[in-house]
């Protein structure tokens, strides 16, 4: 699995690097393969996920909402989502 991160303080704050880790986590199980880019900014965090196949793309939404759904986590997925091979979405600070 490759993850990109852009606008992430170094050290990782222990919250940024807590949901770094569980993104990872949740797709892990969905595509061991899946290229995950991580941009955060002041007021939200941006994560686009390539999946390795076509096929793995839908299992990976689902293990994203599940897992988003245990902590109460509202994400919001781009409108392009049925058009494009990444899945994108948005997670507000």
Do not use: C, W
């Not at 993850?3 to 199980?29: C, E, M, R, W």
């Not at 002041?42 to 245990?70: G, W």
């Amino acid at each position: 699995m490759k993850i990109t991160k852009h606008g992430f303080k170094s050290p990782l704050p222990d919250n940024d690097q807590f949901y770094i880790n569980f993104v990872t986590d949740a797709l892990k199980h969905s595509d061991p393969e899946a290229e995950i880019l991580l941009n955060k900014f002041e007021q939200d965090i941006k994560v686009s996920v390539t999946p390795s196949e076509p096929s793995f793309r839908q299992h990976i939404i689902d293990n994203l909402l599940a897992a988003h759904r245990l902590f109460h986590i509202k994400i919001i997925f781009s409108k392009s989502l049925a058009k494009e091979k990444r899945v994108n979405y948005l997670v507000e600070l």
